[in-house]
């Protein structure tokens, strides 16, 4: 990809400055697009010769975002101008680029060479770019294919923000009813706990159960390019957060699903977090037309809280708990290898955090 315009010039906005800040955001309402300039790294603008501002991009990582041109400038050579530069910059630091972008305007991104993965109408599709793709994913995991003599081959994915008892009971019931069960990590790194510090606790805590597959769960299953949402606060359920989980949905039933031969996905059900509630419904309306039975397991209790309610496990008690110093108040929740991390120096970094932070994750 390589592209040169001299009827406009580019600049990279300072994002520390409430002026420049202003004015991509002005730009974008004008196209009825809501800027945040929290949720991108980098963002450029292009103007006309005379001056005026015609078009502006952003990223965050490796996916492009608010990608925008005025109305008068949509047949001239700003779209590609904005996109060219941004996808030339993320591919000296990534293999690939994400793109997350209207149904309607996809068009516009496959005309320069970006590969159309999903789609979630009316709001969202997402595309791709680069060195890898979608296919590389595919083929890490032919690698972890185990042979089966029925299609009782079941997956689960999980973040681990940690790893609770709650996970391993979940974990543990999929173990005991398939003859295999591919265990999906979430990958990217927005968690409390980094991905190495959550995979090695996972691992630990699953060493047990000899049919359990461990797969990262690379930029395809719970990402920032495929259900940015799930990294946000647990909000009200909006349109927003539904095609966000429809769309991680679909990917994993279009692409993953056919080359584990995945029959059933395991998940808990959720009693604190719409966000996750969002994403379980999702899976039940597009995962069984499509073959693949969703098991969704009463969440582990440990007896009852004051209001004479189940004391149910989740990983946000665990941090709360963390972050409230009573550490021991939760640590029935703790399968060993998390509690001896938790009560160890190793974690001091993450606990330290955690106590400074209040988000989701």
Known sequence: ??????????????????????????????????????????????????????????????????????????????????????????????????????????????????????????????????????????????????????????????????????????????????????????????????????WKLIEAGTRHLKNVVMVKGGMYVVSGATFPSYFLKCEEVSTVMQKQAELDVNVFAHYIVPVLGITRRYVGTEVYCNTTREYNEAMKRILPPKGVGVVEMERKAVGNNTGQNPDYISASKVRQAIRDDRLSDVLDFLPDATRDFLLSEESAAIRATIKQGSSRH
């Open 1 to 198: 990809m390589n592209f040169e315009d001299t009827d406009f010039r580019q600049e990279t906005i300072d994002l520390g400055n409430p002026f420049d800040v202003k004015l991509v955001k002005d730009f974008l309402a004008s196209v009825d697009l809501i800027f945040d300039a929290s949720e991108v790294e980098s963002t450029m603008i292009v103007y006309n010769l005379k001056g005026d501002l015609v078009g502006t991009g952003s990223h965050q990582g490796r996916i492009l975002k608010y990608i925008a041109v005025a109305p008068t400038y949509r047949d001239s050579t700003a779209f590609a101008l904005i996109v060219t530069n941004l996808t030339e910059k993320l591919l000296k630091i990534h293999k690939h680029t994400f793109v997350f972008t209207r149904p309607e305007n996809a068009v516009r991104f496959v005309g320069l060479g970006y590969t159309q993965i999903a789609t979630a109408e009316p709001l969202f599709t997402v595309l791709e770019f680069g060195f890898e793709s979608i296919r590389t994913y595919q083929e890490y995991l032919k690698t972890l294919v185990v042979p089966t003599q029925n299609n009782a081959v079941a997956a689960i994915v999980v973040n681990c923000n940690p790893f609770t008892n709650g996970h391993k009971y979940l974990i543990e019931s999929a173990a005991a009813e398939n003859e295999v069960v591919y265990l999906f990590v979430v990958e990217e790194d927005r968690s409390a706990f980094p991905f190495p510090v959550r």
